[in-house]
Every structure is written in C-alpha cells, then in structure tokens.
C-alpha cells in the first residue's frame, strides 16, 4: 500500500486534499483525534510530516512524506464574551474567528503578519505579534491553553479555560513558538478582550529618528496606546518613514489619550485615518511581511532599537521593516542569503538580541532554522524536548538549521 | 512548613549558601552524591511546595537578595532569587517604576519564590502574573549545570524555555538570576469600596465591570465571615459588618481624565448592580487601609481558630455567583466556617476553612467539604489553582483535571531538565496518575489506548465539538 492509500483506509477519502506542488500527499484531519490517528501512524511507519495551516504564511516545501494541515479543523467550540474567553480549532482563519468575536462583542488583540485568512494555529506556533504587542503583549500572552498532539500521536493538554492557572507545567508556552518541533496544536484556548468602543489610528511621516523621538515622548507622556508602530517607506507605501499610533479602549480613555497625543507631539502633525483607512493601512502592514521571501524578528532592549535598526539596514538593506521600538521588537523583510543570515545572527547574538527566523524558502530556513546561536545550555535542553514531543523525528521542522 | 499550616516535614539538612558561587558548589555536591534538594525562598507558600522530606536536603536561598542591576531606560531590573518582592518595587519606585506583580505576601516573599509559582496577587488582574513579567532567568539544573534561556528584551532563543520554566515549582532547577520587566507606576489611582447585601450580587457586578470593557487595576471580593475576621482584628478597615459582601475596585492609569471618567462609570455599574453603597477612598491614608484589610484578611483569618485550609480554585467569571452560593450550601451541610476573600476579576476563589486539626471529625469534615468545593469548581470548567501552585497540597486534585497522558508529558518534560527527579521530588505530577511517556506505544494500528479520561477542565469532548451556530 502506498501512503496515501494507507491514510486514505486510516482517514477516509474526505481528508485527502490535492497534493501540494511538490507533489507530496496533503491530509486534511477532520478532528484533534484523527491528527493523533494520523501523527501516531506515522510514527510507526517512519513517515516524515511536515504541519500546514492555510499554507499562506510559512512556504509549504520542507521535504516530507506527506503534509498534515490543520485547515478542516476550523471550529469555534465556544466563545464566552461574559467570561472574555473562547475556545477554538487550530484550523480556523483569523479573519473568520475576528468575525465570530465580533459578534459576541469580543476581541482577540492580536494582529499578526500575514494574510486575513492566516490559521490560528501557525499564528500560535510561530508566536508572531504584530504591532498591538505594544499595548497587549506577545502571543502567549493571549492563550489559557492548548491542547497539541506530539510526534507520535499522544494528545496533551495544558492550561486551562480560566484566566488564571498555575496546575502543572505550562507547556502552553511552550508549544507557542515551538513551530510545531514539540507536536501539532489542535485546539486553542483564549483569552479575549472586550470589543473596543473606540478605535483611532493616527500617522506621522518624517525621518526615522525624528519619529522614533516622537515615540518616546508619548511613552514618557504616559499615554497608552494599542500600538506604537515604526515603519519603513517601502513597507508603508509612503515617501518617508510612518509612526503608525492606535488608541483603543473605552471612549473616556481614547479620547484622553487623544487629548495627550496632541500635547505629547510638540507640534507634529498626526494625521488621524478614517475607520477604513486604519484597517486599510494595519493589513496592508501585515501582508507585506508574507509576500518577500524571506520575514524574520528581532528582539532586543527597547534603548538599542535605533542601533539594531541601523545594523539591519548595514548588513541586509532597510526596504520593508517594522518596529515596536519600545517593545524592542523589530520584523524584517526582504531577500537575503544563508550566508548573510547566518553572519546577521551571529553579530546580533553578541548583542544578546535572538534571531528567529519566521519563514523563509526550505533550502534557507533548513540551513539557517527557525533558532540558532544558543546561549549556554539551551541546546541540550531543547533537543531533550525535541526527544520527548517527537520521539521518532516524525515532525518536519527546521528547529536550529542544519 | 510554609504559610499553610497543615503540611509539615523535616529535612535532614537546611543550607543557606551565601553567594552564587556558593550555592553552584552545593548543588554540584549534591549531584555527585545523588541526594535530592529543595529549593526554597522565604517559605510563604501556601501549598507545600517548598516542604523538604527526611533524606532530602533544604537549600533556602534569601540570603542571595541584592539587586544587580537597575535598568531604568528599559523597564527591566535583573535581581537574585531572595530578593524580597516589595523590596524590588521599593527600589523601582524612585524611577517612577514598579514590580508588578503583588501576592498577599509581597513584604516577605522573594522573587524567586514568585518565579517558580507564577504568584500573582490582587493587581495581576490589569498587570498580569509572574510569567508576563520574566524576560530571562540564569538556570541551575540539578546536575549542576548552567542554563541562560531568554534575553533582555524577552525574545526566546529558541523555543520559550523561560516560560515554561515559571510556574515549575522548582522541579526544573534553580533561577540563580532573575530579569524582570518593571512597569511605569501609574499618576493617577482610585481606589472605591462597593457593599452588597448578597454574594450572587456581587458576583453579578463583577460580571457587568467586565462586560462593560473596563479592566480595574484590581478587583476583590470578601465576603461576611471575611469582613468580620479583618474588622476584628488590628487590620481593621472600616468594611461594613452587616454586609454580606464588599467588592474592592482599583482603577489607574496614566491619564488622570481617563481614570476618573472609568471611576465614575463604575461606580455607576456598581450602584446599578445592587451595591448599597460606593465609597470612593478619598486620601491615600484611607486607600492605604482600604488595602491593608484586604492583604491582611490570611492573617485575620488564622486568628479564628487552630489551622486553616486555604483554597486556591478558579472558576470562569460569568460562574462565581453560581459557586459562591455552592459553597455556602457546602459549608452549612458541613457545619463549616468557610470565609471567601479572593480576586473577584479572575475568577480566583480562596475559599478558606477556619478548623482545629485536633479534632478528628472536624477535620474529616474538612477534608470532605474542601474535596466538594474543589470538585465544584472544576465541574463549572475551572482549575484546582490560580497562583499558589500545586505542591503536595494539590497533588491529589490533578487527575481531575490533566489525563493521564497529559500528566505524564509533564513528567517527561520534568525528566529533561532533572532526569533523576533530585529537585523538590514528590511535588506538582502525581506519578501514580501519569501515563507512562516511555513505554512501547500500543501495537494497535496507530490507535492511543482508549482508557484515557478526559476530564472537566476540558469539558468539551473532541469528538462532539460543535461550531457556533
């Protein structure tokens, strides 16, 4: 029997998608225990397994015997807007779950890179933030729970439904930027805010220090924005560098700190964006991180983010950046070489600054992976882990580079 | 013991080394004889988790309390792990920053005591726990060997190894340097005072703060038994005696106009929600004692009679008017004094059972009654504990929530860092309960074995999930 006929048998014909372009057998599980079902088979067999989600952010081409996407697993179980929770498939688009929240007055405050439809899975695996870091933390800030399905087929679960747990381990955090080198998640549970009231967006266009001095005057004002966001030309479609400033909350906080914004700018002219211009240019902002081939971030003290910004536009070009100066998170974008990412890693390491490489080509991002220049005593650990989640190396995932 | 009363061990030996140094040279000692060891910080715990049995060998570690580095410019302050938590805010605060996270036992506890437990405290509900706070940790394994795992700004190298770490109850090693995020102290507080003829009123209020977008700062509940324990003793707080709940409320920010117009929506919710009467502290003097009865209550509480057992459940918020009233109905069939002081805006009950020990039924009675209130609480989808951690306290209570293979990835994941299970052993995995991770997976085709039990933690049965209509 062929894979496919063996999954086909294991699965039924339902969860056989078209092959991917590189031919290899794409399998649609259409529930957390047929992707154990599935997962355990192929630890058994042998088979290598590379995870997908929409396969519209991370490059569907590392080398595998067949491609298990997350994509049938798209249910929302339950939203609880009294409780700001809710609990979903890792399979649904992010723009579909946006929509189910909105509904229930509810909101995930999250805005990743990528394009609308992008899984909530791939989102939490790859732990990519996009600029609402600033006023609402890092992925794992958002998640109660998971429940993810390891190497070899075992379903586990971690965390909870309640917005404070300290039983057992937290392997939640675990698997959130793990990139799927510690199992497949499955199911998401979440921790939700109330729908804002009011939600502004305003633009300045200047020179990058310039703005960047304009940012830490708002910081120093005490005001409290949603997102605090510097971007390049390229990346913003604008003649000059953009500090994108988004205030959402209640109205009374909102307009105070619009009352503050104006202060804090010592004359600087924001300009405010109309509801559909805001959505407009955030998107835009986001999907421009998954057209290049190659996204990568950075994250370093927010005092070295001038300095960090400079040395990526030394070493790789400045064309379409993204920066949370005061968050010292910084997302690339662009073309780059082995060579030079593995050289960028290097001299960043040195400057206690990781390099995690989001996505990338297969022949970069097997060469480079997703970690690389370990400090003392992480890579003992995290081969440990790899060991343990995925005893029989059945996951595909470029976790240090080759 | 530790702050809960009711555990108690004797270790055969309590080191307290006085440097770094010192302390990488005991714990490699002990690895070259095998002998396990218990890390431990000032001993607030309220689960056990730092008890050290005979055979086993205590490392206390407060007397590595400096800190190494104010980072102001960055918000960041890297410290030793017996740095005393309100120290740490003391020392932040003429930068105009503060440490977050704030248990009860703030003026004791130590920051690494706050690491391994992921404590949270009353204002976590707006600032976030331990975990949101730790940007890196230096790391001794049991073995004696040295880990750095995050970086100053908080990225990962790799795989979050830093988050997992927080909240391990010391079953991982040691946090031999701890980087923590400091947070800009707000210029504008309100502190209010809400009274409330029934606990399913409070409760409801509660619920209509957090439906209306407002996120308080801090947001907690006390109830009759409570009240009455602060008002007697020398915490007193001027709380009303005859109500049967108050509901504490903090709002700050940054922005003096922003945090008087959500004052005064939520006293609006609060008068609207059945409250008898909002009182708005109006001097630091009397929110500085609205407060001190609040952090006191443990201590109050412990004046009512000889040992008490302290919950620590969390139950969904829309769920505390349902339980609150389920607990009640407990302590009466139980002939119980059971007093709620808790953080309303989590959903994090402390159900506390004032008892004497001595007394065999009594404390029967407890154990049954503690056992039912748990049980309740996971039946209404919560989790056995929100911030003081598992320990031994809790041991029991952890096959009602994890599956026996989710239990024994944790027990793998233990095994990675600590193959020989020396650090804190017997505490946070019930190996009884676990699923062996090791073993030789089932010769079914593919199959997991179909004795796995899925619990009420996780309600919703993977084969039955239905969308949202």
Redesign the interface.
Same mark, same amino acid.
């Given at each position: 029997m062929t894979i496919l006929e063996k999954v086909t048998a294991l699965l039924g014909e339902g969860a056989v998608l078209e092959p991917s372009t590189d031919r290899v057998p794409r399998i649609a599980p259409g529930s957390p225990d047929a992707v154990a079902l599935l997962l355990g088979t192929a630890h058994q067999e042998g088979w290598r397994v590379r995870i997908e989600g929409a396969g519209t952010w991370l490059q569907s081409d590392a080398p595998a015997d067949l491609a298990l996407t997350t994509r049938r697993l798209d249910r929302i179980p339950a939203v609880e807007p009294a409780d700001l929770t809710a609990t979903a498939e890792a399979g649904i688009g992010l723009d579909q779950l946006r929509q189910q929240l909105a509904d229930r007055g509810a909101w995930l405050s999250i805005d990743p890179p990528g394009l609308a439809g992008r899984t909530l899975g791939s989102i939490v695996a790859t732990a990519t933030a996009g600029p609402l870091r600033h006023g609402f933390g890092p992925i794992k800030d958002h998640l109660l729970g998971v429940t993810f399905v390891t190497g070899d087929g075992r379903m586990v679960q971690s965390g909870g439904r309640v917005m404070k747990n300290v039983a057992g381990y937290d392997l939640t955090r675990l698997q959130a930027g793990g990139f799927g080198a510690f199992g497949v998640i499955v199911l998401v549970h979440l921790r939700l805010r109330t729908l804002p009231r009011a939600d502004v967006t305003y633009l300045l266009e200047g020179a990058r220090e310039d703005l960047t001095q304009v940012g830490e005057d708002i910081a120093a004002a005490g005001l409290t924005p949603a997102a605090l966001e510097l971007v390049s030309p390229a990346l913003a479609r604008r003649e000059r560098w953009v500090l994108g400033v988004r205030l959402a909350g209640s109205p009374a906080l909102v307009a105070a700190d619009e009352a503050g914004l104006r202060a804090a700018s010592g004359g600087a002219r924001f300009m405010p964006l109309r509801a559909e211009e805001a959505h407009a240019f955030w998107m835009r902002l986001a999907e421009g991180f998954a057209v290049r081939p190659v996204t990568f971030r950075i994250g370093g003290v927010p005092s070295a983010s001038d300095e960090l910004l400079d040395l990526l536009q030394h070493q790789l070009g400045d064309e379409w950046i993204s920066a949370s100066p005061a968050a010292g998170a910084i997302r690339w974008t662009g073309d780059a070489t082995i060579d030079r990412l593995q050289r960028l890693r290097r001299t960043l390491a040195g400057l206690e600054v990781p390099l995690t490489l989001e996505r990338a080509p297969w022949p970069l991002r097997g060469a480079v992976g997703h970690f690389g220049a370990y400090r003392e005593g992480v890579g003992p650990l995290v081969a440990g882990l790899r060991r343990t989640f995925d005893p029989g190396s059945a996951l595909v995932v470029a976790t240090e580079g080759s | 013991m530790d702050g809960l009363p009711t555990h108690r061990r004797l270790p055969d030996l309590v080191v307290l080394p006085g440097t770094r140094e010192e302390l990488i040279a005991v714990v490699r000692l002990l690895a070259a004889h095998d002998v396990p060891f218990v890390p431990r910080g000032a001993g607030t715990g309220l689960s056990g988790g730092a008890l050290a049995d005979e055979g086993s060998v205590l490392i206390v570690l407060t007397r590595l309390n400096r800190i190494l580095k104010m980072?102001a410019?960055?918000?960041?302050a890297i410290v030793e792990p017996g740095v005393v938590n309100a120290k740490l805010s003391a020392a932040a605060q003429p930068h105009g920053l503060q440490y977050a996270p704030d248990p009860s036992s703030q003026s004791a506890c130590t920051i690494g005591g706050n690491v391994a437990?992921?404590a949270?405290g009353p204002h976590?509900l707006k600032y *976030?726990?331990t975990?949101?706070h730790v940007l890196a940790l230096e790391?001794l394994?049991a073995d004696g060997?040295?880990?750095?795992?995050g970086?100053?700004?908080?990225?990962?190298? *790799?795989?979050?190894?830093v988050?997992?770490f927080?909240? =391990?109850e010391g079953?991982?090693g040691i946090a031999t340097k701890i980087t923590v995020r400091l947070t800009?102290l707000p210029?504008a507080v309100r502190t209010m005072l809400a009274d409330f003829n029934g606990l399913r009123t409070a409760g409801e209020a509660v =619920?209509a703060i957090?439906?209306? *977008?407002?996120?308080p700062a801090a947001l907690e509940m006390m109830d009759q038994s409570c009240i009455a324990a602060v008002e007697d003793s020398v915490y007193a707080a001027g709380y009303p005696r005859d109500a049967a709940a108050v509901l504490l409320v903090e709002l700050d920010?940054?922005?003096e106009?922003?945090v008087i117009?959500?004052t005064e929506?939520v006293a609006e919710l609060l008068r609207k929600s059945g409250a008898r009467s909002v009182r708005i502290a109006a001097s630091e003097a009397e929110r500085e004692r609205l407060w001190q009865g609040r952090k006191k209550a443990f201590g109050a509480m412990g004046r009512l009679s000889r040992d008490l057992v302290v919950q620590d459940a969390?139950?969904?918020?829309?769920a505390l008017p349902q339980v609150l009233e389920t607990i009640c109905t407990i302590a009466k069939r139980y002939d119980l004094v059971v007093s709620n002081v808790f953080?309303a805006g989590?959903?994090?009950l402390h159900p506390n059972i004032s008892f004497d020990a001595t007394d065999p039924a009594l404390k029967q009675r407890v154990e049954a009654a503690s056992a039912e209130i748990m049980s309740t609480c996971i039946a209404a /989808? /919560?989790?056995?504990? *929100?911030?003081?951690?598992?320990g031994i306290d809790?041991l029991r209570y952890?096959p009602l929530?994890?599956?026996p293979?989710?239990?024994?990835?944790?027990q793998?994941?233990?095994?990675?860092?600590d193959p020989k299970e020396r650090v804190n052993p017997g505490k946070?995995?019930p190996v009884h309960a676990c699923r062996e991770?090791t073993s030789i997976?089932s010769a079914k085709?593919?199959?997991?074995n179909d004795d796995?039990q899925f619990n009420s933690?996780?309600p919703?049965s993977? =084969?039955t999930?239905?969308?949202?209509p």
């Amino acid at each position: 029997m062929t894979i496919l006929e063996k999954v086909t048998a294991l699965l039924g014909e339902g969860a056989v998608l078209e092959p991917s372009t590189d031919r290899v057998p794409r399998i649609a599980p259409g529930s957390p225990d047929a992707v154990a079902l599935l997962l355990g088979t192929a630890h058994q067999e042998g088979w290598r397994v590379r995870i997908e989600g929409a396969g519209t952010w991370l490059q569907s081409d590392a080398p595998a015997d067949l491609a298990l996407t997350t994509r049938r697993l798209d249910r929302i179980p339950a939203v609880e807007p009294a409780d700001l929770t809710a609990t979903a498939e890792a399979g649904i688009g992010l723009d579909q779950l946006r929509q189910q929240l909105a509904d229930r007055g509810a909101w995930l405050s999250i805005d990743p890179p990528g394009l609308a439809g992008r899984t909530l899975g791939s989102i939490v695996a790859t732990a990519t933030a996009g600029p609402l870091r600033h006023g609402f933390g890092p992925i794992k800030d958002h998640l109660l729970g998971v429940t993810f399905v390891t190497g070899d087929g075992r379903m586990v679960q971690s965390g909870g439904r309640v917005m404070k747990n300290v039983a057992g381990y937290d392997l939640t955090r675990l698997q959130a930027g793990g990139f799927g080198a510690f199992g497949v998640i499955v199911l998401v549970h979440l921790r939700l805010r109330t729908l804002p009231r009011a939600d502004v967006t305003y633009l300045l266009e200047g020179a990058r220090e310039d703005l960047t001095q304009v940012g830490e005057d708002i910081a120093a004002a005490g005001l409290t924005p949603a997102a605090l966001e510097l971007v390049s030309p390229a990346l913003a479609r604008r003649e000059r560098w953009v500090l994108g400033v988004r205030l959402a909350g209640s109205p009374a906080l909102v307009a105070a700190d619009e009352a503050g914004l104006r202060a804090a700018s010592g004359g600087a002219r924001f300009m405010p964006l109309r509801a559909e211009e805001a959505h407009a240019f955030w998107m835009r902002l986001a999907e421009g991180f998954a057209v290049r081939p190659v996204t990568f971030r950075i994250g370093g003290v927010p005092s070295a983010s001038d300095e960090l910004l400079d040395l990526l536009q030394h070493q790789l070009g400045d064309e379409w950046i993204s920066a949370s100066p005061a968050a010292g998170a910084i997302r690339w974008t662009g073309d780059a070489t082995i060579d030079r990412l593995q050289r960028l890693r290097r001299t960043l390491a040195g400057l206690e600054v990781p390099l995690t490489l989001e996505r990338a080509p297969w022949p970069l991002r097997g060469a480079v992976g997703h970690f690389g220049a370990y400090r003392e005593g992480v890579g003992p650990l995290v081969a440990g882990l790899r060991r343990t989640f995925d005893p029989g190396s059945a996951l595909v995932v470029a976790t240090e580079g080759s | 013991m530790d702050g809960l009363p009711t555990h108690r061990r004797l270790p055969d030996l309590v080191v307290l080394p006085g440097t770094r140094e010192e302390l990488i040279a005991v714990v490699r000692l002990l690895a070259a004889h095998d002998v396990p060891f218990v890390p431990r910080g000032a001993g607030t715990g309220l689960s056990g988790g730092a008890l050290a049995d005979e055979g086993s060998v205590l490392i206390v570690l407060t007397r590595l309390n400096r800190i190494l580095k104010m980072d102001a410019g960055n918000r960041a302050a890297i410290v030793e792990p017996g740095v005393v938590n309100a120290k740490l805010s003391a020392a932040a605060q003429p930068h105009g920053l503060q440490y977050a996270p704030d248990p009860s036992s703030q003026s004791a506890c130590t920051i690494g005591g706050n690491v391994a437990e992921n404590a949270g405290g009353p204002h976590c509900l707006k600032y *976030g726990v331990t975990a949101n706070h730790v940007l890196a940790l230096e790391l001794l394994l049991a073995d004696g060997t040295m880990v750095e795992s995050g970086s100053p700004g908080g990225e990962p190298w *790799g795989p979050d190894l830093v988050g997992l770490f927080v909240g =391990s109850e010391g079953n991982f090693g040691i946090a031999t340097k701890i980087t923590v995020r400091l947070t800009p102290l707000p210029r504008a507080v309100r502190t209010m005072l809400a009274d409330f003829n029934g606990l399913r009123t409070a409760g409801e209020a509660v =619920s209509a703060i957090i439906a209306a *977008g407002i996120v308080p700062a801090a947001l907690e509940m006390m109830d009759q038994s409570c009240i009455a324990a602060v008002e007697d003793s020398v915490y007193a707080a001027g709380y009303p005696r005859d109500a049967a709940a108050v509901l504490l409320v903090e709002l700050d920010g940054r922005n003096e106009a922003g945090v008087i117009a959500e004052t005064e929506a939520v006293a609006e919710l609060l008068r609207k929600s059945g409250a008898r009467s909002v009182r708005i502290a109006a001097s630091e003097a009397e929110r500085e004692r609205l407060w001190q009865g609040r952090k006191k209550a443990f201590g109050a509480m412990g004046r009512l009679s000889r040992d008490l057992v302290v919950q620590d459940a969390v139950v969904p918020r829309s769920a505390l008017p349902q339980v609150l009233e389920t607990i009640c109905t407990i302590a009466k069939r139980y002939d119980l004094v059971v007093s709620n002081v808790f953080h309303a805006g989590d959903g994090n009950l402390h159900p506390n059972i004032s008892f004497d020990a001595t007394d065999p039924a009594l404390k029967q009675r407890v154990e049954a009654a503690s056992a039912e209130i748990m049980s309740t609480c996971i039946a209404a /989808g /919560g989790t056995i504990t *929100g911030e003081h951690g598992v320990g031994i306290d809790k041991l029991r209570y952890m096959p009602l929530i994890f599956d026996p293979e989710s239990l024994g990835a944790m027990q793998a994941v233990r095994r990675v860092f600590d193959p020989k299970e020396r650090v804190n052993p017997g505490k946070v995995v019930p190996v009884h309960a676990c699923r062996e991770w090791t073993s030789i997976r089932s010769a079914k085709f593919g199959m997991r074995n179909d004795d796995r039990q899925f619990n009420s933690a996780f309600p919703i049965s993977h =084969s039955t999930l239905e969308p949202v209509p």
